[in-house]
């Protein structure tokens, strides 16, 4: 028998008493009022999981809202063109997210006629939904019996059952899935999902839990071998590379040249500084900036042409210049965006 089995018959509370403990505390001290909790609208949750996918929830809520006043209902978002939907999500990053609501839209409002199903296996037909939205949308929209997992749920799962292996490896993901599956309740699955994100967020954290405040810490595994600073285990640290980048600034008194980027390379369909291998002979050094993303570091430096005539001709047939004034109005990636509010006041 597997540690995992060991500390789950022998430390754990019965699928009942542990979901109706998790249920009666989200009730006194979960999060309750959630922009997309109030009208538990099935659009508002399917916009609400997209955003908070890799995004922490005080970062999404204003976001949230601006999307609702642009894109009050899915018909709405599903007959916007791609480069709508990619400026008003600008500024929450990983523009995948964007897409894949947009398809999931379209879809939607081409197969169901602009609803939603309850069902997990249906929702997980739609482009850009996996198991944990499909049973996110079902629990929190619907109020049905669903399992899900995310990152919040997996470190609770690990400590309270003391999972030993890591959890994003094929074996804890197969064991947390069977164990969502078995303890998720049948009536009020809604409050039990969210009691799970919220301890999670709020009282099981990655570093620093607090452990004293938690309805399950008379039976988690971790809490009572004093393991908790040991659970979940973590993956062998990877070194993150750093790739140089070289991107071209030509700007003038009424805007700067930009190019729209094409879909196979970073920052896909987002409008960007052009981008070149080496930095033109006659280019002096502007600024600079970097970037992390999920596999590299971006260490990026910032040429200043004078005019896109000084660019080869395969860069400069696809420039277009775009006012200042209008810039707010276009989808551009989030370090780009930062470095273009820093420099605007002083173009060059």
């Not at 973590?234 to 980027?261: D, M, V, Y």
Request: proline share 8%; glycine share 4%.
């Amino acid at each position: 028998m597997n540690k995992a089995s060991k500390s789950l018959s022998t430390t754990a509370l019965p699928p009942s008493e542990f979901n109706q403990t998790v249920i009666r505390w989200q009730s006194e001290h979960g999060r309750n009022e959630l922009p997309w909790q109030l009208e538990q609208d099935p659009y508002h949750v399917l916009v609400s999981e997209f955003m908070l996918q890799q995004t922490q929830v005080a970062t999404v809520i204003p976001y949230f809202s601006r999307w609702l006043h642009h894109f009050p209902t899915l018909a709405t978002l599903a007959s916007a063109s791609e480069d709508e939907v990619l400026t008003q999500w600008q500024g929450l990053g990983f523009y995948r997210r964007a897409r894949n609501l947009h398809k999931a839209a379209q879809y939607l409002q081409e197969t169901y006629q602009g609803q939603i199903p309850a069902q997990p296996q249906l929702l997980q037909e739609v482009p850009g939904i996996g198991p944990y939205t499909a049973g996110a949308i079902t629990a929190f929209a619907f109020n049905q019996p669903a399992a899900l997992v995310d990152g919040n749920v997996k470190r609770v799962f690990c400590r309270y059952f003391g999972i030993e292996q890591v959890p994003t490896s094929t074996a804890a993901d197969k064991l947390i899935w069977q164990l969502a599956e078995n303890y998720y309740p049948e009536q009020d699955n809604r409050s039990y999902a969210q009691g799970l994100l919220d301890l999670g967020a709020t009282i099981c954290t990655p570093r620093k839990p607090n452990c004293i405040n938690c309805p399950l810490r008379a039976s988690c595994y971790a809490y009572q071998q004093q393991r908790v600073d040991n659970l979940p285990t973590k993956p062998p640290r990877k070194t993150t590379p750093t790739r140089p980048g070289h991107f071209i600034w030509i700007s003038n008194a009424e805007g700067i040249f930009l190019t729209q980027r094409s879909g196979d390379v970073i920052w896909p369909r987002l409008w960007s500084f052009p981008e070149v291998t080496e930095p033109p002979l006659q280019a002096a050094l502007h600024g600079h900036f970097k970037h992390t993303f999920s596999h590299y570091r971006l260490a990026a430096q910032v040429w200043q042409l004078a005019h896109p005539n000084q660019l080869a001709e395969t860069l400069s047939t696809g420039l277009e210049l775009i006012s200042w004034q209008q810039l707010k109005n276009i989808a551009l990636p989030t370090p780009i965006k930062r470095y273009l509010d820093k420099h605007q006041q002083n173009p060059g």
